[in-house]
């Protein structure tokens, strides 16, 4: 066998296919018009929607107050600012193929905020600590014990919250939503409101009246500590609480090939739901390989291809739907044999596949057998020149098999998600790792999720979600969304998990008697 | 009442008329069958062929309607009112006997008493 010839067509043609592929999916990309769901107005709405969190002071004072911070700090968590951002750029990022330097601004944005929001909640209680003594030298002798204490206590609440908030606010994010996520960015501002109506109170009772009570001062900053750590307790009841307790039962169909999951989720918000969906289906779902669904068209398209028809009564005469409707009648009189033809041709490929799987099976178990590992001894006793690395190992036992694989591949329609190299890498890892033939054979022998090929296939930045209702409304019941990728989409239906109502029936021990019965005996 | 296998089963029978008693709501004949094709053949003690999957009496009470016909306890049941019992199941035979509309059974029965009666009349 010419391996040369083998080496170069491989790389010529996977070569190839990418670029054809990539040029393939600009041009659709430019075709596909851009579908923008609902209005954007969002801002103001999901900001004006406050009256449902709990506000613990007057409202006036609370108004005013948000006004006045309102540019600073209350463009929240996730960074409602950074939505006037994207709206006005989300067409040209969503142009861009790689991952524009605008989306890091926005992860940097947030981040900011976040830090700086976490700072000042932190950096109140101790101001609150502090003043007092700077303020009045006096103050630091009248603390006795409960007030150390308190002190002690203080200050350990603090560390504890500082690490809580780390823990669950500042983690990197893994992914980028179209929309804010709600409820953090009203957990966010209730704890804005908190800190804000607590130092309201300090700024008028100990400053300005100048109460000089230092235990009842770090009383007063204690119940602020508390009163954040039960804020973030709540913030880890709903964010992440919530969403563990599965209530609903999604069913996830790819649309090109009718591909289906199921998966169980609690109570999210829809693009809360569509991030956890596309988690799975990396990991779920197999490669989508447009190869395999030429066929089906082509099988289409013969169907009416036979047929023509005619506009006998002149040009004026617009009768689209009555032609159509002709066509689709005379196509179901006709005797249509596509479905003999379908029959046998599948059970050809089948046996053509299962024969080329054979020979590949023996060839890479050949190849293996010619490969030995050499033990520590025995390392120091061979010749220097005969020893290889896996790499040099997989090299060399390639060219026996590299035929038969090319031949499988290119059966099974997967010959262009595995180049030569990607390969040979393979085959040296399966040496180096002791795996046996039918290990390495695994990932040729069916196609895997879509982590398991290169990053160009997973597309990760070209998701779109597609839905008539809001999409930080929480999931219902029977609520349908669409995950739009280039060439295919996927099709989300919701149901609620029904609610199982379970009842319970005792049984004695003692009630297991049995009797034996030789012969029934009836009489009559 | 031996059975050839491939042969057809011959059997000398007697037909026994029994006249159905109503009491209260039911029609008894006043015996207990046993045995039928989902049935354990071997456990009968009536049978003289262990692997014999036949409908057997069991029991006659006294004074009934099957002990005044002459019912024998240890008769094979060959046939009921024409229908074939030597190939049903416990369920089906006991279905054939209490059929609600009919007020008379004839069936057709052997016993081996029958057969050594024959040979000797036809020694003689």
């Excluded at chain 1, 969403?243 to 289906?260: A, K, M, Y």
Aim: charged letters at 25%; glycine letters at 6%.
């Amino acid at each position: 066998m010419d391996t040369e010839s083998t080496y170069s067509g491989y790389s010529h043609y996977s070569g190839r296919s990418r670029g054809s592929h990539r040029h393939g999916e600009r041009s659709r990309e430019r075709h596909k018009s851009r579908s923008k769901d609902s209005s954007r107005s969002e801002k103001s709405v999901t900001i004006t929607t406050t009256p449902g969190a709990p506000l613990t002071e007057p409202p006036a004072q609370g108004g005013e107050v948000q006004d006045d911070n309102w540019g600073e700090t209350t463009t929240a968590v996730t960074g409602t600012s950074e939505h006037s951002l994207s709206q006005e750029d989300i067409v040209q990022i969503g142009k861009d193929l790689e991952v524009p330097s605008g989306r890091n601004c926005r992860r940097y944005l947030s981040l900011g905020l976040v830090g700086t929001l976490g700072l000042l909640v932190f950096l109140t209680p101790v101001a609150f600590l502090v003043l007092p003594l700077l303020l009045w030298t006096e103050t630091g002798q009248r603390c006795g014990t409960a007030c150390e204490g308190l002190l002690i206590s203080a200050i350990f609440k603090l560390l504890i919250l500082l690490l809580a908030v780390w823990a669950l606010f500042l983690r990197p994010r893994r992914a980028h939503l179209p929309r804010v996520n709600v409820l953090r960015t009203l957990l966010s501002l209730l704890g804005l409101l908190c800190v804000i109506s607590y130092s309201l109170f300090y700024a008028v009772r100990v400053l300005d009246q100048e109460d000089n009570n230092y235990e009842g001062i770090v009383q007063y900053a204690v119940s602020l500590v508390d009163a954040l750590l039960f804020i973030h307790y709540l913030g880890l009841v709903l964010l992440e609480l919530r969403h563990l307790q599965p209530i609903f039962s999604v069913r996830v169909t790819r649309s090109t090939d009718g591909e289906t999951r199921h998966y169980n989720l609690g109570q999210l918000s829809i693009q809360q739901a569509a991030l956890a969906i596309l988690e799975h289906y990396y990991q779920d779902f197999p490669v989508h390989n447009p190869a395999l669904l030429t066929a089906a068209k082509s099988r289409a398209a013969k169907h009416l291809a036979g047929l023509k028809v005619y506009n006998v009564d002149g040009p004026g005469n617009n009768t689209s739907a009555g032609q159509s409707q002709a066509m689709m009648a005379a196509a179901a009189r006709r005797r249509d044999s596509s479905h003999n033809e379908l029959y046998y041709e599948e059970a050809d490929h089948e046996r053509r596949v299962r024969k080329r799987r054979a020979r590949l099976v023996v060839a890479v178990e050949e190849a293996f057998t010619h490969i030995q590992r050499l033990q520590e001894e025995e390392q120091k006793k061979a010749a220097g020149g005969e020893t290889m690395d896996p790499r040099e190992a997989a090299q060399a036992i390639f060219p026996s098999m590299a035929r038969t694989l090319q031949k499988y591949l290119r059966t099974t329609r997967q010959q262009h998600f595995h180049s030569m190299e990607s390969i040979q890498q393979h085959l040296a890892f399966c040496i180096a790792n002791n795996m046996t033939p039918k290990a390495f054979l695994e990932s040729y022998l069916s196609p895997g999720p879509t982590l398991q090929y290169g990053r160009e296939r997973w597309l990760a930045s070209r998701w779109k979600l597609v839905s008539e209702e809001a999409v930080t409304r929480g999931l219902k019941d029977g609520s349908v969304f669409l995950l739009n990728n280039i060439d295919f989409s996927l099709v989300v239906t919701t149901t609620r998990i029904p609610y199982i109502s379970l009842a319970e029936e005792f049984i004695d021990p003692k009630s297991h008697k049995f009797v034996l019965r030789l012969q029934s005996e009836t009489s009559v | 009442m031996s059975y050839i296998p491939g042969q057809p089963v011959t059997a000398v029978v007697q037909r026994i008329e029994i006249y159905k008693l109503r009491q209260g709501d039911n029609l008894i004949l006043g015996f207990s069958i046993g045995g039928g094709i989902d049935q354990d053949p071997g456990q009968n003690p009536f049978s003289e062929d262990k692997t014999d999957k036949g409908i057997y009496v069991t029991r006659v009470t006294k004074g009934g309607p099957a002990d005044v016909a002459g019912l024998v306890v240890g008769d094979k049941i060959m046939q009921v009112n024409g229908w074939d019992m030597t190939m049903v199941t416990h369920d089906q035979a006991r279905k054939r006997l209490t059929k609600k509309n009919e007020d008379v059974v004839r069936l057709l029965v052997t016993r081996k008493s029958l057969e050594e009666a024959v040979r000797n009349s036809m020694m003689q």
